[in-house]
């Protein structure tokens, strides 16, 4: 049967990650079973909030539902999430293997570093007569990193030498925090180069070599540069890095053949160690046992294509954050993203899935906080599902299955790569390649996730801003006391309306409703009476209006209707619908007064040139004619009273 294992690894480690996959695919063809690397880009020097948005990726995992687990102990750049996760195996009964880092009761595959870096150290003393040393560390309490530092202090010791406490320094792992560690070391040792700087990684070397060469130094001549890691970079570097190769095919190969041992016989091995080797190479003096030189030239050959194909991704990645950029909505967002991978997907190959909280992009006044501590942040939604280069219709899928439409295949070995999509510490998805796309092979895929994730929090920005401005927008147009439009809606809102009406030659409805007696509640029963009449009639025209009509509040108590296509016959219906709405009110027993309007109305021409303006004023008069006459037989009741009374 078709096993799963997970792989918890960091994307900074590319070419390690890279090559144990290698062995890992090795060992899955003789098994059968497919790969989920679970991939990040956690950095020690980066924001915690940045990190740990990076690191909860893993929490994807749930490790009941694989056979077995591989950590990359070493390169997570967090010993807590490595035990957290080694726990999480243990508890679900998963076997699990740890790269480089010994965790109680965890098999434990290792690089050897000791062998290669003993060997190099050794070489540059013997051969090249090398005294004076400095160290560039990765960080101070990296275990790979003090294990090298060791073996330099020890080699140097059984030659009669030693290596001084100021000539250690740590570069991060990194180009920027090396090259000020070299300036650093320098100054302290007032310009004077030592024989060697010994790095702990090949990028470091690269740093150390490259800023020598600015400062007008040069390899081997003035001073030796070597690393530790077999990088391509540094084998096509002039001139080409002394270092040690590290061997993680058969890291890779090691760990599942460790898994498969103790899934079939519980067989348990505490640790296994593979050698490292060393490569002579130009930065020590010595021949170059990589043939340096073939690697440049091929490099030359297809520079031209590499650097074609780096524009033409650089223009789709542009067309991608163009597109996410334009949408007005989650729905379009879906429907843009689907349309763009399904014509291109050239550098992201032919299975891609996205997969978000699509609350984070529909509910976007809400914080990111208040998304993460939701619940339905695991109701997880498909934004892009593309296999075999044609799009899949998923909406929805199961938060465990993690890959949209994944299928077990006998004899058919797959490795996914899930990596995480969030704002600081708050995920609202992620992303899956399968196999070995472009922008894996070629070191593209932290710049390609940043630029995704830049567009998508750009997005949900828009979103913000745009129900921002619909919210002014709506305070601008509207009166707040009934929600129909002010007069600065009828602006907005009528006249364009009426213009539109005029272009298409189609008439148009124009009534004006006024409230009878508003001064009379007001004096009698106060204001906030009077406020409730007027909201009175403002749903009496709310529920009796069409969707596509505008009703407005043109005054203190007086209210416009203009209804496009709307002839005498509706029109006569919505006056006596509004009246015996108000009648209906009177009739129920919850004021102290008695409600009514007055209501008039005409019917525009299209081609008789008269302004919107015109018709209101007609409106007006209309209405006001009905309200004399309601008045005019109010007086006489009044009158009526007055007499009785007398």
């Not at 990076?54 to 999430?81: H, K, P, Q, R, W």
């Not at 106060?526 to 009639?537: F, N, P, Q």
Request: with cysteine; charged share 30%.
């Amino acid at each position: 049967m078709k096993k799963k294992i997970a792989v918890f690894a960091n994307g900074w480690s590319n070419e390690a990650l890279s090559n144990a996959v290698k062995g890992i695919k090795k060992y899955a063809a003789q098994e059968d079973f497919d790969v989920f690397v679970f991939l990040c880009f956690a950095n020690v020097s980066a924001q915690t909030e940045l990190m740990q948005g990076e690191l909860n990726v893993y929490g994807l995992c749930n490790m009941a539902d694989y056979d077995g687990i591989i950590i990359f102990s070493n390169m997570l750049n967090s010993d807590e999430t490595v035990i957290s996760l080694c726990e999480r195996a243990r508890d679900q009964g998963v076997p699990v293997v740890s790269i480089g880092m010994e965790v109680d009761d965890v098999p434990c595959v290792s690089v050897d570093g000791n062998t290669g870096m003993r060997d190099l150290v050794a070489h540059l003393v013997e051969k090249h007569g090398v005294r004076d040393v400095v160290y560039v560390g990765g960080v101070p309490g990296h275990a790979e990193s003090d294990a090298r530092l060791e073996t330099v202090r020890k080699v140097l010791k059984e030659h009669g030498h030693s290596l001084k406490h100021e000539n250690v320094v740590y570069g991060g792992w990194s180009n920027r925090r090396t090259i000020e560690a070299i300036h650093s070391v320098l100054k302290t040792r007032k310009g004077k180069l030592p024989d060697a700087f010994i790095c702990a990684n090949d990028i470091m070397a690269l740093s150390t070599a490259t800023e020598l060469g600015n400062m007008g130094y040069t390899l081997p001549k003035d001073v030796i540069v070597t690393g530790f890691d077999y990088a391509k970079d540094g084998q096509i570097f002039f001139p080409a890095l002394t270092t040690v190769q590290q061997n993680y095919d058969e890291v890779g190969y090691q760990c599942c053949k460790i898994l498969f041992e103790n899934m079939k016989r519980g067989k348990f091995r505490a640790r296994y160690l593979v050698s490292t080797c060393l490569h002579l190479g130009e930065s020590c003096g010595c021949s170059n046992t990589m043939d340096g030189w073939k690697l440049r030239t091929d490099f030359c050959k297809h520079f031209y294509q590499k650097s074609t194909d780096a524009a033409f991704m650089e223009q789709t990645e542009r067309s991608m954050r163009q597109k996410i950029s334009e949408v007005s909505s989650y729905a379009d967002l879906k429907l843009s993203l689907r349309e763009h991978f399904h014509e291109n997907h050239r550098f992201e190959g032919e299975n891609l899935h996205i997969v978000v909280n699509a609350e984070y992009f529909q509910n976007v006044m809400a914080s990111e906080q208040e998304i993460w501590d939701k619940k339905t942040r695991k109701k997880l939604e498909v934004v892009v599902s593309l296999k075999d280069g044609e799009i899949q219709e998923v909406e929805r899928m199961d938060r465990r299955q993690l890959i949209p439409g994944y299928e077990k295949t006998d004899g058919v070995q797959h490795v996914y790569y899930i990596l995480p999509l969030h704002f600081m510490q708050y995920n609202y998805g992620y992303v899956v390649f399968a196999d070995e796309p472009y922008i894996l092979t070629e070191e593209l895929l932290y710049s390609y996730m940043e630029k995704l994730q830049q567009a998508l929090k750009l997005l949900r920005t828009n979103l913000r801003l745009d129900a921002l401005n619909k919210n002014l927008t709506r305070l601008y147009d509207k009166d707040p006391m009934t929600d129909l439009f002010n007069r600065f809606g009828y602006e907005n809102k009528a006249i364009p309306l009426y213009q539109d009406s005029v272009r298409k030659h189609e008439s148009m409805m124009v009534m004006f409703v006024d409230i009878n007696f508003m001064k009379r509640i007001n004096d009698q029963h106060g204001h906030i009476h009077g406020d409730a009449a007027i909201r009175t009639v403002a749903e009496a025209i709310k529920e009796n209006i069409d969707g596509n009509w505008i009703a407005v509040r043109f005054g203190g108590d007086e209210f416009l209707i203009i209804a496009p296509d709307c002839d005498d016959a509706e029109a006569e219906d919505v006056k006596k619908n509004i009246l015996e709405y108000l009648e209906g009110k009177n009739n129920d027993g919850s004021r102290p007064y008695h409600i009514s309007a007055s209501c008039g109305y005409v019917i525009t021409d299209p081609e008789s040139g008269y302004p919107l303006q015109e018709y209101i004023r007609e409106a007006d008069r209309l209405m006001y004619e009905i309200k004399r006459e309601v008045h005019a037989k109010d007086e006489e009741e009044q009158k009526k009273l007055k007499k009785q009374k007398a």
